[in-house]
Structure formats: structure tokens, C-alpha cells
């Protein structure tokens, strides 16, 4: 996904806790969601008729009227019977005739539910059972209005005038254009083959690698692809067109890797030098800190489309017309690839824990910048990206709806803020580093929640994080840290408390001299806010400076407040850490 995708773009947007003292005495959760009606939950929820299979294999067939925008097909779903049902849900758009679904020779009744079709199961079918259904269908999918936010069949003609099809569904589902069990949680475990029938003018890219192409008498041809690993459907895909193919490899952790690029033939040679400077430096960087690229059977590829970009698995679609950003990268390639980790690899169960995918993948894009410049201008590049943080509504979102109804772009930018937060706490880049192999190896390949991430994060680091993700997933505003500052003759005591947060919201704060540039050498301390209630810690040693916490590496709003010397002073602490040259942060995040 893109970090546009989201319906609204917001620009700078003040933080200062004044603009969040609706959130005191614990915050505003979840804000208020729905109603949402049968359609919803048919296709969101895991009931009865989804949970008693699981998908094995699908084999696509299609033949598509590029004059007449329809398709025609079938698809042979082979699946594992789980427990006794009297019918299974199929789904299919309104759009699509579903004319008959066969199994072992048999018509099943059938009949359709909104966006499902409602199908008989046999009484003979046995749990352990593995089947074999068949849907013949044909119409004429839905048109995207603006894709890939929102998302159909594009139909286009190149700067040539020739025909140019590519589509994108993301939210709204695979089963626009094809029957099949539209829910995250069950990618089919042995892949799948796709077989397009096409005239003989037109090239197909599609997922995974080619496997054959089948003349036919009537000028058509017959395109067939196998797809050797599970695969999310949302990132099923085609690519029609008059393409031109760019072929290299790239020496990675499992050995070579094809690298496949795709494009208009008019932009061949601009886009063969283009893309080998962008991507082989982008996996060489990602290989190291995420772990080796998941799909090395089906390679890697870039097919050129109309629309910006979409994390399509193994076959990423990219229409950033070959220009890189004002930080020296093409972004869609960095960011649509670095889901072939967080989205592809790792993928989620349902579409409210959508987060996982576009948190992590917006860090990969400062992981990059990291790998190629050092931490610092990492930094830089994520506070680039605060102003576009919204704050207005939660980013974890209602299971069991197919929610994507988010009013903000805060998943991808809140979201990697949140991760950068957590580097902060962990305060250790040798662990922060291990954890990204970590999730690789124990999430890769499945369907995860967001139990699932939080949960290994607090093995991994060996700390309670229930509360930190809380507070960041599902408060819209984001922890108000109040300080004051009380000079003595031993030092500067700092009064620190959180307001606005979470139940067992428990986090530290650097502070430092205020007028301390960040990449310089300064002495900080760490110290304990109270959650309601102040603490004061003396800062021994401390001059009259201006302290002040480091908000450029945590994801907070801090307020100055007075603090009357007639008051009595809360009880004192020592810091957490005692005063600590840091190094250049450069130098020290290396």
C-alpha cells in the first residue's frame, strides 16, 4: 500500500497539549465506529461456513474481452474440508454471474448473499477431506474511479493509443474480479496458477514466474504463470499491455535473484539503468536488517501501470515515471517493496490490524534512508513525515468488518513513529536490530494479529509493552508529558508527569540541554514521568541550562508548565541513568 492511500491527505498539524485535554483521566479510545450491516460482516468476519475449509490451491482461468471489458473463466479451488457444514461461503461481486460451482462432476446448489455466494456442502464430505470445486462465472468487473485507493479493473490506452489493462483491489477485495474466499486469514498454502487468454498483440505480467504461452488459432494466446508460495488475494494481479521485458540478477543471502522489470516498450531504455540503481542497493539494504527477500522462486519484478504503485507480491506495480524523491530514492519501489516483508511475508488476519502492514513498511523506507546516509539523517527524514500525522483517529481498527474506513494516513506515519518511539525505550540498537530477522523467522508466512506482534515484541525485549501499543494504536491523540523545571543548588530538579495516556502507560524521557543540538556531544538523563501524579528528579550537577525532553526520537507532545516554589515538592528520585556522554548520533546508531 501507499502512503497516500488513505481518502485524505493532512498537513501540518501543531502538537501541544493543550489541543488534548479531552484526553485526560485516561484518553478517548476507539472512537465511536459503524454501524456496520450484513454485508460487513459477511465479508469481514470468520463464520461458520468460511472456518469449516481452508484453501489449499487456486487455479485461475480467464479470458478477457479487452474490447467489450468482460472477462469470462473459471477458477478450480482445491481445498481441505475442516468440519461439518451444511454450506460454505464463496465470494463474488454483484457483477459477477456465477453460473455454476461444481465438485467430483455434481452441480451444487447454490445462492447468493450480498457480496457471497452461499454454497451446499455434501453430507459425504468428510473432515480431512481434501475437494476440488469448481466456479464458472463471466461479467464485467467494476471500473476503478481512482485506483489504487479506490480500487477495479483500469482500463487505459498507452501514449500510443494501444490498449492497456491493469487493476487493483486492496480493501476491496480479489473477489471484484474472481470467486474465491476473500478473507486475509486464508492464502491458499500451495500458491497458485493463473491462465489468461489474451489477443496475440498483448503481453500478460502477472504474479509469480512464467511458466508458458499457448498459441491459439483464433490470433489469441494463452499466458500461464505459477505462484510457488502463499499469496495475500488483495495482491493477485494483471498486467496487459505492450510491455517490454528487462531481465538482471541480483547476488542476495539465498543466491541469485531474478530481477524482472516490465515496462512500456516506448520506456525501455530509460527504465533498464533506472530501476538496477534503485532496487539492488534497496535489497541489499532490506536483506541485511529484514532478512533474505521471501520470494526467490518467483523473483523479483516492477510492472509499469497508470496508477502510482501496489505492493502486488513478487510483481509490484509502479507508475512513479522513473523519478526519484528530494531524499535521492524512488519511493514507490522502496516503500510497494518493502511489503514484500511486512504485507507479502508477513501478512495480516484481518484488515483491522492493517497497522502491521503499513507501520512496519513506512519504517522501511527510514531503515533505507539509515542504510544509506547513517541514523541521523534517518531522523531527519522521519520528522519529515510528523507534519502528515493527523492524530484524529485510532489506528487499529474493528475486527471482523473488513474495516477501511480510517479518516487519516496515521497507520503509516503514527505508525512509524510508534516503532521509532520503541527503538528510543529499548534504547539498545544491537537488540532493535535482531528483531526485524526475528519477526521474519517466526511470523513470515502467516497470517498474524496484532497479539501476535506485540506479544513477540515483548519476548524479544524482555519488557511489558501491552500499554505502549495501546496508548499508540488505539488513542487518537498521542501522551502529553508535563515538566517543570526547578533549580537547586545541586543541580536542576525536573518535575515530570504523562497525561492523556493509557492504564499502566509507563515510559522514560531523556532529558538534555535544550540548546544541545542534537548531533552533538551534550550530557542527558533519563528519567521516570508519573502517570497522574508528579515525580521530580534531580539532575545532579545540572546548571541553570534550559532542559528540555528529547521529542526528536519519541513520538510525544511536551508542555512547560510553572511550578510554584510554595508548593511541596514531590518526593525525589535519582535518574535512571546517571549522566551519559552520548556520541555523535551517527556515530552512536551505527
Not at 285 to 292: I, K, M, S, T, Y
Not at 333 to 345: A, Q
Request: hydrophobic residues 35%.
Amino acid at each position: 500500500m501507499l502512503s497516500a492511500k488513505s481518502k485524505y491527505l493532512f498537513c501540518i498539524f501543531c502538537l501541544w497539549a493543550g489541543a488534548l485535554t479531552a484526553q485526560q483521566g485516561g484518553g478517548e479510545v476507539m472512537l465511536e465506529r459503524g454501524p456496520f450491516s450484513r454485508t460487513d460482516s459477511l465479508r469481514g468476519s470468520l463464520n461458520p461456513w468460511r472456518s469449516c475449509f481452508d484453501v489449499l490451491h487456486y487455479d485461475l482461468n480467464l479470458r478477457i474481452d479487452m474490447d467489450a471489458r468482460r472477462i469470462r473463466g473459471h477458477n478450480r479451488i482445491t481445498l481441505r474440508w475442516l468440519q461439518a457444514a451444511d454450506s460454505l461461503q464463496l465470494d463474488a461481486f454483484p457483477e459477477l454471474q456465477v453460473d455454476s460451482v461444481t465438485c467430483r462432476g455434481r452441480a451444487l446448489p447454490l445462492h447468493r448473499l450480498d457480496y457471497s455466494l452461499r454454497v451446499a456442502a455434501s453430507p459425504q464430505w468428510q473432515a480431512g477431506d481434501t475437494l476440488s470445486l469448481t466456479v464458472w462465472y463471466q461479467g464485467k468487473p467494476r471500473e476503478a474511479p481512482n485506483p489504487p485507493w479506490d480500487g477495479g479493473f483500469v482500463w487505459k490506452k498507452d501514449r500510443e493509443g494501444r490498449p492497456w489493462l491493469t487493476m487493483a483491489c486492496e480493501g476491496l477485495g480479489a473477489s471484484m474480479w474472481w470467486p474465491c474466499k476473500d478473507h486475509l486469514s486464508d492464502e491458499p498454502d500451495q500458491g497458485m496458477r493463473i491462465a489468461v487468454q489474451l489477443p496475440a498483440s498483448l503481453e500478460l505480467v502477472t504474479n509469480g514466474w512464467r511458466k508458458s504461452v499457448l498459441n491459439h488459432r483464433d490470433g489469441t494466446r494463452t499466458h500461464e504463470w505459477l505462484v510457488s508460495y502463499p499469496i495475500n488475494l488483495y495482491n493477485v494481479s494483471l498486467y496487459v499491455g505492450h510491455y517490454a521485458h528487462i531481465a538482471e540478477e541480483y547476488e542476495g543471502l539465498q543466491g541469485p535473484l531474478k530481477l524482472d522489470y516490465y515496462v512500456l516498450d516506448y520506456n525501455k531504455a530509460r527504465a533498464g539503468s533506472y530501476f538496477s540503481q534503485q532496487v539492488k542497493p534497496m535489497l541489499q539494504c532490506f536483506e541485511e536488517r529484514l532478512g533474505p527477500y521471501p520470494f526467490y522462486k518467483d523473483g523479483f519484478a516492477l510492472a509499469e501501470t497508470p496508477y502510482w504503485g501496489m505492493e502486488h507480491q513478487g510483481a509490484i506495480a509502479y507508475g512513479n515515471h522513473f523519478r526519484p524523491n528530494e531524499w535521492g530514492f524512488d519511493y514507490i519501489i522502496v516503500h510497494e517493496s518493502g511489503h514484500e516483508w511486512f504485507g507479502n511475508h508477513i501478512s495480516v488476519a484481518d484488515h483491522a490490524d492493517m497497522w502491521i502492514h503499513e507501520a512496519f513498511t513506512t519504517y522501511t523506507e527510514a531503515i533505507y534512508m539509515e542504510c544509506l546516509h547513517g541514523y541521523a539523517r534517518a531522523q531527519q527524514y522521519l520528522l519529515s513525515q510528523r507534519p502528515l500525522i493527523a492524530n484524529q483517529d485510532a489506528i487499529q481498527g474493528p475486527l471482523g468488518v473488513n474495516f477501511e474506513d480510517w479518516k487519516s494516513a496515521d497507520m503509516y506515519y503514527k505508525g512509524a513513529w510508534m516503532l521509532h518511539t520503541l527503538r528510543t525505550v529499548v534504547d539498545n540498537d544491537s537488540l532493535w536490530w535482531t528483531w526485524f530477522p526475528a519477526l521474519y523467522k517466526d511470523l513470515g508466512m502467516r497470517q498474524v494479529s496484532r497479539a501476535d506482534v506485540i506479544t513477540h515484541a515483548e519476548r524479544h525485549f524482555g519488557r511489558p509493552l501491552q500499554a505502549f501499543f495501546h496508548q499508540y494504536l488505539d488513542y487518537a491523540g498521542i501522551p502529553v508529558l508535563e515538566y517543570a523545571l526547578v533549580p537547586q543548588t545541586a543541580g536542576v530538579q525536573v518535575l515530570a508527569r504523562w497525561r492523556g495516556v493509557s492504564e499502566g502507560f509507563d515510559m522514560p524521557v531523556s532529558f538534555r540541554p535544550a540548546t544541545s543540538p542534537g548531533d552533538t556531544v551534550s550530557v542527558s538523563y533519563s528519567i521516570q514521568p508519573g502517570v497522574g501524579e508528579f515525580t521530580t528528579t534531580l539532575l545532579p550537577g545540572a546548571t541553570g541550562q534550559d532542559w528540555a525532553p528529547d521529542t526528536d526520537r519519541l513520538y510525544i507532545s511536551a508542555a512547560k508548565v510553572n511550578f510554584s516554589p510554595a508548593r511541596t515538592l514531590p518526593a525525589q528520585t535519582a535518574p535512571d541513568k546517571l549522566p551519559q556522554k552520548l556520541r555523535k548520533r551517527e556515530r552512536s546508531r551505527k
